[in-house]
């Protein structure tokens, strides 16, 4: 089974950044675009942070970038924030009609 | 988008559930829903997606076999069908939907969750 290998902790002092690592395989990350990224607070359901790899969704400031070279996936965070602080998970095709997880990330600011 | 998930409680080990996903808010018959849960303390673990109009449903192996998925156009509602549940299947259950209208896009919309508690 598939599986996403992230960083278990990052963390950046206010105005700095920081990128979040997702490694995958041929087969999922690096086959294709359907990554995605996911912020949640905790005792609050998952936000859509990055959709097909760069997309941000309406509302989500441009401090968020998604990017992916080779099989890794990277969500980067400029100009950290106090309110980024948060766990951060990745998300992916598999390729075989399933997507899985990431372990998750904490953010710390 | 508002996505209202129902039906989690407690049940025994071997026991069945069905979860409901009221949508609304969003033409509901143009987009693939999803099921994802988090069991308390851990990650996000996907379970489910249904197509448009139901014709499609895949499973994670940890379900296959065990959970079903639905959808009815005229209610704007998803189901789950959960049976031969075990203690590792408890979990917050999120309704979810797709970012844009095929599979696999990401996930924009969220539901609060509804919790299942499996244990005797």
């Known amino acids: 089974q598939s599986t996403l290998t992230q960083p278990r902790s990052v963390s950046g002092s206010p105005g700095q950044s920081v990128t979040i690592s997702c490694t995958g395989t041929?087969?999922?990350?690096?086959?294709?675009?359907?990554v995605s990224w996911y912020q949640q607070e905790p005792g609050k359901a998952p936000k859509l942070m990055i959709f097909?790899?760069?997309k941000r969704p309406s509302g989500v400031p441009d401090r968020f970038s998604g990017s992916k070279s080779g099989n890794t996936a990277s969500l980067t965070i400029s100009g950290l924030q106090a309110e980024d602080e948060a766990d951060y998970y990745c998300?992916?095709?598999?390729?075989?009609?399933?997507?899985?997880f990431g372990a998750g990330t904490t953010l710390t600011v | 988008v508002q996505l209202v998930e129902s039906g989690g409680v407690v049940v025994q080990p071997g026991g069945s559930l069905r979860l409901s996903c009221a949508a609304s808010?969003?033409?509901?018959?143009?987009?693939?829903m999803h099921w994802v849960r988090q069991a308390p303390g851990k990650g996000l673990e996907w379970v489910s997606v249904?197509?448009?109009?139901?014709?499609?449903?895949y499973y994670a192996d940890s379900v296959k076999g065990r959970f079903v998925v639905s959808r009815d156009r005229y209610r704007s509602s998803m189901y789950l069908q959960m049976n031969s549940l075990r203690s590792d299947d408890t979990a917050m259950y999120y309704c979810?939907?797709?970012?844009?209208?095929?599979?696999?896009?990401?996930?924009?919309?969220w539901g609060q969750g509804t919790l299942v508690t499996v244990s005797s």
């Open positions: 979810t939907k797709e970012a844009r209208g095929t599979f696999w896009t990401g996930f924009d919309s």
């Open positions: 808010g969003f033409s509901f018959e143009e987009y693939s």
């Open positions: 249904i197509s448009w109009f139901g014709e499609n449903t």
């Open positions: 041929s087969n999922d990350v690096g086959g294709h675009n359907y």
């Open positions: 097909d790899l760069i």
């Open positions: 998300c992916t095709y598999t390729g075989t009609n399933s997507v899985i």
